[in-house]
């Protein structure tokens, strides 16, 4: 690629000094070196610099780049700035608090994750080696612990939008499962409890856009239907 | 302006894999704790980390600690001081099973222990052959470690504030530190956290140089603030180039692709390691992997129209292994290279990626500098961990997965002597100085009325251009002496920063601002700590310190076998002498010998 110019249309709002939040039209020149859009939108804040996002890997392992990218939720650093069709219309991530242009609040999203206990729960006396599991029991884990609380996945799911403070919403819907498939994981019945509502678990409705946007290509879907598997399970 | 104060029993900088294993030391203890991070916990840097964390746990090899000893003795070519790694490698078994015990997901042997694969430096009986000892969750280890740590944090209750600057080290008449000033980035708001104990554990700074494997945050803030408060800087002219950094994008790709069977080719397909580390080949330590491929590179066998890159080659491994082992490089091969490593080999070239140097410290983790005549006394109420700090275990190369190790290690082991001068009654609460605030609030302030100044993004490109070209993998004399009176030049126009941003509220344009009068640091004593050392000695090679029968490599043990440090003020340098002896008799010391693979 060599020189372009790419035209962004950006949700702004600083509530230091604006009253309301507005879409600011601007366009900027890129370097040929420029190929995601993390790349432009860095470029783009050395022409204005009160354009605020938070960024730090740049290689999608963070999860702090989140934002509403034409429409769909998806990472900066991760998005071909030359496929999205233009002008790239940029927002924050959808449902929650925003803060000042692309960052929003994310205390109520941290709060679910907190709500279902994120760590290993093991009373027994600690071994003085590594506790044994078996490679298929590790693989368990795989498609879970993956995750990086992009958040990309419960600001897209109506049931969090309208129950932000009751449904887990699936990211820690995800991190709940990836406890209860932990071989080496004891609060097995303590988990299910916390869960059993029917706001924090239930609020799913398999709408699927968890699993569209998550850009880490992770199932929070399927892991919501394992744990109502084991809920059911459970109760016969 | 009025600044809120808040009082702790200790408060630590930085919630990467250091400052979380610290603050499990002190949250368990129950000490009043406050961690301020500038992003969320789990977005911090080790995040990033691949390959694996170093311990001789002889899953899979037979292995034991003093051939790890050995081998991050050799790795640091001598400088390393051999009590704190002997320390680090006999901790290392304790600290890994601790980590897989909060829940992290190692992968599995067939008999269920924790899965260990080769890398680079590490081998078995003192260098003869490649041992298994990186402990690896696939190639996302720092991701599965920083939330598993991040996770035993949430069960231990650890007080977090979540996107706090720490500005600058509050020190009294005696030099004793007494915490931090900090911004909140929501609010802008300046605070005093006053504490009995400060740990530092900020991390790297590889954004001094125009292509690096750090995350933009990675601004050396901890080195930067230290500095400026009078603590020396230790070896900082020791920068790690890894190997294999995607071209053009900067992005790493783990060793552990070699230690997974990967191999290194030049234009004509030719293994060239082969030539240069006939035992180790493609694991040899990085330092001399880079310096071959930069070779090979500039004697025209290069890869690519441009002949300005080598090729990394596992199309002969399985794709069931390359899915299995190796899926987060996959996926960033396609992201950043274009390329399947399944179907092609990757592009890749050297790329800055760790700060072996740092802040000093023992092996308690305490800060040391000198005093009196003595080189090693303990700043009171002072302690770093981490890639800030220089322990120093890496010396002037570190070998892969030791850092991950030292975060633990050292982590540990700081929040430890904090436990335990807080409970012997060493650690008391000193009157803060009336000023405490002020070298804070003027550089908050300097940003709000700066005008007719430089741009923070120029500065910063001047910066990095200049540290890449006057110190990167091979240093030249000239270019050195250039550097540093290029490296000064922006460092006056850093004081004049200004940006349009004046906003309170989440005000990136003055964090960049404020970060850069870190790197600005870091990059000064760089520059002036590789000119000064006139010797070639682990990833500082110089064109006139050749390889020659009185200095092998190009090394200089008479005049050069000593650390560096570098005092901000007036830019001075001073010495002092690598600690040869281990920690116990178990030992002897690892003899001064030739480094070769
Ligand atoms: C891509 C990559 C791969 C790597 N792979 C490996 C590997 O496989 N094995 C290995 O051993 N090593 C590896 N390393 C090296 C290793 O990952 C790092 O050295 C290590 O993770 C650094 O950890 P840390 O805790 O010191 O700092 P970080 O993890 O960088 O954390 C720094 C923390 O300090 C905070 N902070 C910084 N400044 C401030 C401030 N002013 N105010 C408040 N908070 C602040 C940040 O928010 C963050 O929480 C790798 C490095 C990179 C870049
Ligand atoms: S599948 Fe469930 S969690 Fe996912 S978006 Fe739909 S309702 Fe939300
Ligand atoms: S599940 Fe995917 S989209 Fe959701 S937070 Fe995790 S990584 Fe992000
Ligand atoms: S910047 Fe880290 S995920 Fe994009």
Same mark, same amino acid.
């Given at each position: 690629?060599?020189?372009?110019?790419?035209?962004?249309?950006?949700?702004?709002?600083?509530?230091?000094?604006?009253?309301? !939040?507005?879409?600011?039209?601007?366009?900027?020149?890129?370097?040929?070196?420029?190929?995601?859009?993390?790349?432009?939108?860095?470029?783009?804040?050395?022409?204005?610099?009160?354009?605020?996002?938070?960024?730090?890997?740049?290689?999608?392992?963070?999860?702090?780049?989140?934002?509403?990218?034409?429409?769909?939720?998806?990472?900066?650093?991760?998005?071909?700035?030359?496929?999205?069709?233009?002008?790239?219309?940029?927002?924050?991530?959808?449902?929650?608090?925003?803060?000042?242009?692309?960052?929003?609040?994310?205390?109520?999203?941290?709060?679910?994750?907190?709500?279902?206990?994120?760590?290993?729960?093991?009373?027994?006396?600690?071994?003085?080696?590594?506790?044994?599991?078996?490679?298929?029991?590790?693989?368990?884990?795989?498609?879970?612990?993956?995750?990086?609380?992009?958040?990309?996945?419960?600001?897209?799911?109506?049931?969090?939008?309208?129950?932000?403070?009751?449904?887990?919403?699936?990211?820690?819907?995800?991190?709940?499962?990836?406890?209860?498939?932990?071989?080496?994981?004891?609060?097995?019945?303590?988990?299910?409890?916390?869960?059993?509502? !029917?706001?924090?678990?239930?609020?799913?409705?398999?709408?699927?856009?968890?699993?569209?946007?998550?850009?880490?290509?992770?199932?929070?879907?399927?892991?919501?239907?394992?744990?109502?598997?084991?809920?059911?399970?459970?109760?016969? | 302006?009025?600044?809120? +104060?808040?009082?702790? /029993?200790?408060?630590?900088?930085?919630?990467?894999? %250091?400052?979380?294993?610290?603050?499990?030391?002190?949250?368990?203890?129950?000490?009043?704790?406050?961690?301020?991070? +500038?992003?969320?916990?789990?977005?911090?840097?080790?995040?990033?980390?691949?390959?694996?964390?170093?311990?001789?746990?002889?899953?899979?090899?037979?292995?034991?600690?003093?051939?790890?000893? #050995?081998?991050?003795?050799?790795?640091?070519?001598?400088?390393?001081?051999?009590?704190?790694?002997?320390?680090?490698?006999?901790?290392?078994?304790?600290?890994?099973?601790?980590?897989?015990?909060?829940?992290?997901?190692?992968?599995?042997?067939? *008999?269920?222990?924790?899965?260990?694969?080769?890398?680079?430096?590490?081998?078995?009986?003192?260098?003869?052959?490649?041992?298994?000892?990186?402990?690896?969750?696939?190639?996302?280890?720092?991701?599965?470690?920083?939330?598993?740590?991040?996770?035993? *944090?949430?069960?231990?209750?650890?007080?977090?504030?979540?996107?706090?600057? %720490?500005?600058?080290?509050?020190?009294?008449?005696?030099? /004793?530190?007494?915490?931090?000033?900090?911004?909140?980035?929501?609010?802008?708001?300046?605070?005093?956290?006053?504490?009995?104990?400060?740990?530092?554990?900020?991390?790297?700074?590889?954004?001094?140089? #125009?292509?690096?494997?750090?995350?933009?945050?990675?601004?050396?803030?901890?080195?930067?603030?230290? %500095?400026?408060?009078?603590?020396?800087?230790?070896?900082?002219?020791?920068?790690?180039?890894?190997?294999?950094?995607?071209?053009?994008?900067?992005?790493?790709?783990?060793?552990?692709?070699?230690?997974?069977?990967?191999? @290194?080719?030049?234009?004509?397909?030719?293994?060239?390691?082969?030539?240069?580390?006939? *035992?180790?080949?493609?694991?040899?330590?990085?330092?001399?992997?880079?310096?071959?491929?930069?070779?090979?590179?500039?004697?025209?066998?290069?890869?690519?129209?441009?002949?300005?890159?080598?090729?990394?080659?596992?199309?002969?491994?399985?794709?069931?292994?390359?899915?299995?082992?190796?899926?987060?490089?996959?996926?960033?091969?396609?992201?950043?290279?274009?390329?399947?490593?399944?179907?092609?080999?990757?592009?890749?070239?050297?790329?800055?990626?760790?700060?072996?140097?740092?802040?000093?410290?023992?092996?308690?983790?305490?800060?040391?500098?000198?005093?009196?005549?003595?080189?090693?006394?303990?700043?009171?109420?002072?302690?770093?961990?981490?890639?800030?700090?220089?322990?120093?275990?890496?010396?002037?190369?570190?070998?892969?997965?030791?850092?991950?190790?030292?975060?633990?290690?050292?982590?540990?082991?700081?929040?430890?002597?904090?436990?335990?001068?807080?409970?012997?009654?060493?650690?008391?609460?000193?009157?803060?100085?009336?000023?405490?605030?002020?070298?804070?609030?003027?550089?908050?302030?300097?940003?709000?009325?700066?005008?007719?100044?430089?741009?923070?993004?120029?500065?910063?490109?001047?910066?990095?251009?200049?540290?890449?070209?006057?110190?990167?993998?091979?240093?030249?004399?000239?270019?050195?002496?250039?550097?540093?009176?290029?490296?000064?030049?922006? %460092?006056?126009?850093?004081?004049?920063?200004?940006?349009?941003?004046?906003?309170?509220?989440?005000?990136?344009?003055?964090?960049?601002?404020?970060?850069?009068?870190? @790197?600005?640091?870091?990059?000064?004593?760089?520059?002036?700590?590789?000119?000064?050392? +006139?010797?070639?000695?682990?990833?500082?090679?110089?064109?006139?310190?050749?390889?020659?029968?009185?200095?092998?490599?190009?090394?200089? /043990?008479?005049?050069?076998?000593?650390?560096? @440090?570098?005092?901000?003020?007036? *830019?001075?340098?001073?010495?002092?002498?690598?600690?040869?002896?281990?920690?116990?008799?178990?030992?002897?010391?690892?003899?001064?010998?030739?480094?070769?693979?």
């Amino acid at each position: 690629m060599s020189k372009r110019t790419v035209q962004f249309k950006i949700y702004r709002y600083d509530p230091d000094k604006d009253a309301q !939040p507005y879409m600011q039209d601007i366009s900027v020149e890129l370097e040929a070196s420029d190929k995601k859009l993390l790349d432009a939108i860095v470029r783009l804040k050395t022409k204005d610099d009160s354009l605020s996002f938070r960024r730090s890997c740049r290689e999608g392992v963070c999860g702090s780049d989140a934002m509403n990218i034409n429409g769909k939720n998806g990472l900066a650093c991760l998005t071909d700035i030359d496929k999205l069709a233009q002008p790239i219309t940029l927002r924050p991530l959808p449902g929650l608090p925003v803060i000042r242009d692309l960052i929003v609040d994310m205390t109520q999203f941290f709060k679910q994750y907190h709500s279902i206990k994120p760590y290993l729960v093991n009373n027994d006396p600690a071994p003085e080696r590594e506790r044994l599991q078996t490679p298929e029991d590790r693989e368990e884990l795989n498609g879970l612990y993956e995750c990086i609380l992009c958040a990309c996945c419960s600001t897209s799911c109506p049931s969090f939008w309208w129950n932000p403070d009751k449904f887990v919403g699936p990211a820690g819907l995800l991190a709940a499962y990836r406890f209860l498939a932990d071989t080496r994981d004891q609060a097995t019945n303590e988990r299910l409890d916390n869960l059993e509502d !029917p706001y924090r678990l239930f609020r799913c409705h398999t709408i699927m856009n968890c699993v569209d946007v998550c850009p880490k290509s992770l199932n929070p879907t399927r892991a919501i239907g394992k744990i109502k598997d084991m809920m059911v399970r459970r109760a016969v | 302006m009025n600044v809120a +104060k808040r009082t702790f /029993d200790a408060v630590i900088v930085g919630a990467g894999g %250091a400052g979380l294993r610290a603050a499990l030391q002190l949250s368990e203890a129950g000490l009043k704790t406050a961690v301020l991070t +500038k992003v969320f916990p789990t977005r911090s840097h080790t995040v990033a980390a691949q390959g694996g964390v170093a311990a001789s746990l002889g899953n899979s090899t037979e292995d034991n600690w003093h051939w790890h000893m #050995y081998d991050t003795v050799k790795g640091s070519d001598w400088l390393g001081d051999q009590d704190a790694i002997e320390f680090m490698v006999r901790k290392a078994n304790e600290v890994v099973i601790e980590l897989e015990h909060y829940g992290m997901p190692f992968d599995r042997t067939d *008999n269920g222990k924790i899965y260990q694969r080769p890398f680079g430096g590490h081998s078995m009986n003192y260098g003869q052959a490649p041992v298994m000892r990186s402990c690896a969750a696939a190639d996302r280890t720092g991701h599965a470690m920083l939330h598993a740590l991040y996770q035993r *944090n949430v069960r231990a209750n650890t007080q977090f504030f979540v996107e706090w600057m %720490a500005l600058d080290l509050i020190r009294n008449s005696e030099g /004793d530190v007494l915490g931090v000033t900090a911004i909140e980035m929501e609010t802008g708001e300046v605070s005093i956290f006053h504490a009995k104990a400060t740990i530092f554990a900020t991390g790297g700074a590889g954004r001094i140089y #125009y292509s690096s494997t750090n995350a933009f945050i990675n601004t050396g803030d901890g080195v930067g603030m230290a %500095a400026r408060s009078g603590i020396p800087l230790e070896d900082m002219e020791f920068w790690q180039f890894h190997p294999t950094g995607v071209a053009g994008a900067g992005v790493l790709i783990t060793e552990g692709v070699r230690g997974e069977g990967g191999i @290194l080719r030049n234009a004509s397909g030719e293994r060239f390691m082969e030539r240069y580390a006939p *035992n180790l080949k493609d694991l040899a330590s990085r330092d001399v992997v880079s310096r071959s491929m930069v070779t090979e590179i500039n004697e025209g066998r290069g890869c690519g129209p441009d002949k300005d890159h080598v090729l990394l080659d596992i199309t002969h491994l399985s794709p069931e292994t390359i899915m299995k082992r190796l899926p987060g490089i996959r996926e960033i091969s396609i992201q950043f290279a274009g390329v399947d490593p399944i179907k092609a080999p990757i592009p890749v070239v050297p790329t800055c990626h760790y700060q072996m140097g740092g802040i000093p410290t023992n092996y308690k983790g305490q800060v040391v500098a000198p005093k009196n005549g003595d080189s090693n006394v303990p700043v009171a109420g002072f302690y770093a961990a981490g890639e800030c700090a220089c322990a120093s275990v890496h010396g002037a190369n570190r070998l892969g997965t030791n850092s991950l190790l030292d975060l633990l290690v050292f982590g540990k082991s700081a929040g430890e002597t904090v436990v335990e001068d807080f409970k012997s009654g060493n650690l008391t609460l000193k009157p803060l100085p009336a000023d405490a605030a002020d070298v804070s609030l003027a550089r908050i302030n300097r940003l709000e009325t700066q005008t007719g100044g430089s741009e923070v993004h120029d500065v910063r490109l001047a910066m990095q251009r200049t540290m890449q070209k006057h110190a990167g993998v091979f240093r030249f004399k000239e270019l050195l002496q250039e550097g540093v009176t290029h490296i000064l030049e922006v %460092a006056e126009q850093a004081k004049v920063t200004q940006i349009a941003d004046k906003s309170k509220v989440w005000n990136t344009a003055r964090t960049e601002a404020l970060e850069l009068d870190n @790197l600005i640091e870091v990059a000064k004593a760089t520059m002036i700590s590789a000119e000064a050392r +006139k010797e070639s000695r682990g990833a500082h090679v110089r064109d006139d310190a050749p390889d020659t029968a009185e200095h092998p490599n190009g090394r200089d /043990d008479q005049n050069w076998l000593k650390h560096t @440090l570098w005092y901000s003020e007036g *830019n001075r340098l001073d010495y002092k002498p690598v600690n040869l002896k281990p920690l116990s008799a178990d030992v002897e010391p690892i003899a001064l010998a030739k480094r070769t693979y």
